[in-house]
């Protein structure tokens, strides 16, 4: 059973900056594409960050230049880091992975999500 369990949400003022981390266990991590996507009130779920197996990223075009996704893969562990947060940032945070199956198939898990909420 994959199981991903995120931290590091919580309050920060705009301007500040968090760092979420995702760790994944019943998987091999280094295989699997992970991506932190957020959803906030009244709003459909987006990517915020991928990272695929090889390092190469994509980022969300709100957050490009601001966030940095990053991978360890020794301690099956994927990181967000977040900079000049804005209140439009507010959102739960979901980490995701994307294992790859036999056949080309993708099995898809989710986080249980953490909240950051930027507010002065």
């Known amino acids: 059973q994959v199981q991903l369990v995120e931290s590091g949400g919580g309050l920060v003022q705009p301007g500040g900056s968090l760092r979420l981390s995702c760790v994944a266990s019943?998987?091999?991590?280094?295989?699997?594409?992970m991506g932190w996507y957020r959803q906030a009130p009244g709003k459909q779920r987006e990517l915020v960050a991928s990272?695929?197996?090889?390092?190469?990223?994509n980022y969300g075009d709100s957050v490009k230049g601001r966030f940095t996704i990053s991978r360890d893969n020794a301690k099956d562990t994927v990181y967000l880091r977040m900079n000049s947060l804005k209140p439009e940032d507010t959102a739960v945070y979901y980490c995701?992975?994307?294992?790859?199956?036999?056949?080309?198939?993708?099995?898809?898990?989710w986080g249980q999500g953490t909240q950051v909420t930027v507010s002065s």
């Open positions: 990272i695929a197996p090889g390092g190469r990223t």
């Open positions: 995701n992975a994307k294992i790859p199956l036999m056949a080309s198939s993708i099995a898809e898990f």
């Open positions: 019943g998987s091999i991590f280094s295989f699997n594409t």
